[in-house]
C-alpha cells in the first residue's frame, strides 16, 4: 500500500513561474512532512518539512502547505529557476519505538524552462 | 568532506554472485538507514541502525540480504545470490537528530545484476 502518493510524474514550468509540487498521503500518524530535491546521480537532498501540527511554512523561495482533513500536502517554488529542475520526493515521517521510519513517495520530475 | 559516503557507486554483477556495499554516515549521527530505489520510484526503506543494533527490516529484506554495523560507525549491505530483481540502486542515510527525521544521504550504490 502506498502511503505517500505523488500523482502527478513530471510537470514544466517557465521560468520566473511558480512551480506546484503535490502529495497526499493516508496515514493520520506522521509527525512531520518533508521534501527532498535529487539531482541525477546523486542522492536525495533534504530541502524543506513541516510539522503534522502546522498549515505552512516557509524558507526563503520554497514553501510547503499542509492540508491536514483532505491529508495532502505541496510545495510551491517561486520565482522557479533552471537550477531547480530535478526530481522531488514527497516524504513522511513518524517516529515509532525504534526510531523514524521515514516513507517515500514516487517523485515528480520538475523541468524549469529558460 | 563529512557527508555520507558510499562505495562502490557502481557495481555490475552476474547472477548468482555475492555483492557487498559498505556505508559510511556523518561521524556524529547514531542512526543509519539503508534504503533501496528502483526506476521511477521513490526510496523504500529496508534496514535500519541505531548505533550497532539493527531495530528493523523491512519485508523487501529477503534472506539474501544482510546488514551490519559492527562498530556502530560504518555499515554493509550484502547480497547473496544475486538476481536481476536486486538491481536498483542501495541508498544509505544517516538521520540528524532532531523532531523532523531528517536524512542525510550518500549519493548511492548502484547494482547491476545480468
Known amino acids: 500500500d502506498q502511503q505517500v502518493k505523488q500523482n502527478s510524474p513530471s510537470l514544466s514550468v517557465q521560468e520566473g513561474r511558480i512551480s506546484i509540487l503535490n502529495c497526499d498521503y493516508t496515514?493520520?500518524?506522521?509527525?512531520?512532512f518533508l521534501w527532498y530535491k535529487k539531482y541525477p546521480a546523486e542522492g536525495p537532498t533534504f530541502l524543506i518539512s513541516?510539522?503534522?501540527?502546522?498549515d505552512k511554512n516557509e524558507d526563503g523561495r520554497f514553501t510547503v502547505f499542509l492540508n491536514k482533513s483532505a491529508k495532502h500536502l505541496s510545495l510551491h517554488i517561486v520565482p522557479s529557476q533552471p537550477g531547480d529542475s530535478a526530481v522531488y520526493f514527497c516524504?513522511?515521517?513518524?517516529?515509532?519505538?525504534?526510531?523514524?521510519?521515514?516513507?517515500f513517495g514516487a517523485g515528480t520530475r520538475l523541468f524549469v524552462k529558460a | 568532506d563529512t557527508g555520507v559516503s558510499q562505495d562502490p557507486r557502481h557495481k555490475i554483477t552476474k547472477r548468482g554472485q555475492n555483492v557487498t556495499f559498505r556505508c559510511d554516515p556523518i561521524?556524529?549521527?547514531?542512526?543509519l538507514y539503508w534504503y533501496r530505489q528502483t526506476l521511477g520510484q521513490g526510496p523504500e526503506f529496508l534496514t535500519y541502525?541505531?548505533?550497532?543494533?539493527?531495530?528493523?527490516k523491512s519485508r523487501l529484506l529477503s534472506d539474501r540480504f544482510s546488514a551490519e554495523r559492527p562498530k556502530g560507525s560504518f555499515s554493509t549491505l550484502e547480497i547473496q545470490r544475486t538476481e536481476q530483481g536486486d538491481s536498483a540502486m542501495y541508498l544509505c542515510?544517516?538521520?540528524?537528530?532532531?523532531?523532523?527525521?531528517?536524512?542525510?544521504f550518500g549519493e548511492g550504490s548502484r547494482l547491476t545484476v545480468l
Open positions: 516524504a513522511a515521517s513518524a517516529l515509532g519505538p525504534g526510531g523514524f521510519k521515514t516513507i
Open positions: 496515514n493520520s500518524m506522521f509527525d512531520y
Open positions: 513541516i510539522s503534522s501540527i502546522k
Open positions: 561521524s556524529e549521527h547514531n542512526r
Open positions: 541502525f541505531q548505533n550497532e543494533a539493527q531495530l528493523e
Open positions: 542515510a544517516s538521520l540528524r537528530e532532531g523532531p523532523t527525521g531528517e536524512l542525510f
